[in-house]
T-cell receptor
């Protein structure tokens, strides 16, 4: 059974550019969550989607956005990149939104470097 | 607001030792608790998932316990090996609370180093 797939694995972007990251959840999983991980802040919640609807959103500026498609694949977008956006971005999928009896499964992450 | 704390932040032990990693949380109204392992620069690998109605879960050399009333969980690693060196993260699932913290709340992790 395929795991959570995140693409690309690595990205280098210039300040002011925008970037789109992709996440394909485990087949049958309908909930996708995104996290930002930095050495200083640890794992910070970005947003969570279920059935194409954003259910929760973390305390990030509006430059961070996301969406989920009908096949449960999700994308997140960061516009007007800043140096502080350099981080490991992790995606996690779970079977359902309110009853995660199976827990969360994470992808390998996308390492974003802003120069 | 749910807060998750992991102690110690770092731990170095010789190979073969048994060790305990601690996780505490402030709100006992959790749905489940999950332990993850993270190797440098990599994603999170789920180790054990304990439902709120359970007291412990075991997988190989790993045993995790949960005491909801006291807001504590421990991860016990038996006969540690150099390959166990990684960061171990504890996360609590708050059920349907959601909000700006999301449903899964993480601690900062314990960085484990097992010396040969």
């Amino acid at each position: 059974k395929a795991g959570v797939t995140q693409t690309p694995r690595y990205l280098i972007k210039t300040r002011g550019q925008q970037v789109t990251l992709s996440c394909s959840p485990i087949s049958g999983h309908r909930s996708v969550s995104w996290y930002q991980q930095t050495p200083g802040q640890g794992l910070q919640f970005l947003f969570e989607y279920f059935s194409e609807t954003q259910r929760n959103k973390g305390n990030f500026p509006g430059r961070f956005s996301g969406r989920q498609f009908s096949n449960s694949r999700s994308e997140m977008n960061v516009s007007t990149l800043e140096l502080g956006d350099s981080a490991l971005y992790l995606c996690a999928s779970s079977f359902v939104f309110r009853s995660s009896e199976g827990g969360y499964t994470f992808g390998s992450g996308t390492r974003l470097t802003v120069v | 607001k749910q807060e998750v704390t992991q102690i110690p932040a770092a731990l170095s032990v010789p190979e073969g030792e048994n060790l305990v990693l601690n996780c505490s949380f402030t709100d006992s109204a959790i749905y489940n608790l999950q332990w993850f392992r993270q190797d440098p620069g990599k994603g999170l690998t789920s180790l054990l998932l304990i439902q709120s109605s359970q007291r412990e879960q075991t997988s190989g050399r790993l045993n995790a316990s949960l005491d909801k009333s006291s807001g504590r969980s421990t991860l016990y690693i038996a006969a540690s090996q150099p390959g166990d060196s990684a960061t171990y993260l504890c996360a609590v699932h708050r059920g349907n609370y959601g909000g700006s913290q999301g449903n899964l709340i993480f601690g900062k992790g314990t960085k484990l180093s097992v010396k040969p």
